[in-house]
């Protein structure tokens, strides 16, 4: 018999994961598989259960809430020698992963299809020193906002919650003396801010990275350079259609493997945790997962 382990968040998604639990479970044994669920109750918590489901052999472990819940199941199996396939409920603000591979539009039920199906795709993962992230690294006061956005509000406003909090850092954005290299190469100058990219979706927008795969072995980098406010504005109103790529104070290029360094401290983001400060060498470990996607997904 297969086993599947549903760790969830019982506050996502307006608290409606644990309506559906029973249903998620029925179909996962109806599919044959023997069944269970861990509620989170704290921080941690996810990637303590994903890594005891991932140690005892189980053979699907389910991520069920938002960004945060899966970062921490990634991190709980990611080093794990023999890794169990992954599945997927987004149920939190922005779910890029779920995005990226079109998940976000399905309900409960066509969910469960996915999460019973046999289609699976490979799925690179980052690695920034001794934690892992699956769809960005991040750094720069705008990039602060997915963890220092209260939940509360997240809750009641959704991905508007992000903008009420950017429009707040404009004002304190500042750039910063850096040294980046990658793949054999180097930039240095003074950025703004910095993004590598795994997947296509950051924040809930689909083309700030929109070249970046998640099955490709490679970053999509995107270097902001020292730029005034009413730049900045400016191309971030072309971010929304992914022509800021071709503005000279862009950098964006693909790369495997990339080490920053930035003057004075600043603090990481990734997948919208904190993932401490720079300097940090990101690596892809290149189809480090399979995820059971919808059929169309499949690679």
């Known amino acids: 018999m297969k086993n599947a382990r549903v760790i969830y968040n019982p506050t996502s998604g307006r608290e409606q994961l644990k309506k559906h639990l029973p249903y998620i479970l029925d179909r996962l044994e109806q599919a044959g598989y023997v069944a269970s669920a861990h509620q989170t109750k704290k921080e941690g918590c996810a990637k303590d259960a994903a890594f005891e489901a991932g140690k005892n052999g189980y053979d699907l472990v389910i991520a069920a809430g938002g960004d945060g819940t899966i970062f921490e199941v990634i991190n709980g199996l990611a080093e794990l ?58 750094g720069g006061s705008l990039t602060e906002l997915t963890y220092d956005t209260p939940s509360r509000l997240k809750t009641m406003l959704g991905q508007m919650a992000y903008y009420v909090k950017g429009f707040e850092k404009l004002f304190f954005l500042k750039p910063r003396q850096a040294r980046v290299e990658y793949d054999g190469k180097l930039f240095e100058g003074e950025i703004m801010l910095f993004l590598i990219a795994n997947s296509n979706s950051v924040g809930g927008f689909e083309k700030l990275s929109p070249e970046a795969r998640l099955d490709d072995g490679l970053f999509d980098l995107l270097l902001l350079k020292k730029t005034n406010l009413p730049d900045f504005v400016r191309i971030g109103s072309l971010a929304l259609t992914g022509q800021h790529i071709h503005e000279d104070k862009v950098v964006y290029i693909q790369a495997n493997r ?23 060498e990101f690596v892809n470990l290149h189809h480090h997962f399979e995820m059971l996607v919808p059929e169309q997904e499949e690679k």
């Open 81 to 138: 020698e023999k890794r169990p396939r992954l599945g997927l409920i987004p149920a939190g603000t922005t779910n890029d992963l779920a995005r990226a591979f079109h998940m976000n539009e399905l309900d409960i039920e066509e969910i469960c299809d996915v999460l019973t199906g046999a289609h699976v795709s490979p799925l690179d993962v980052g690695k920034a020193g001794d934690q892992y992230f699956v769809n960005i690294a991040a």
């Open 258 to 280: 990339i080490k920053l360094e930035i003057e004075g401290e600043m603090q990481l983001n990734l997948d919208g945790e904190h993932g401490g400060t720079i300097p940090k």
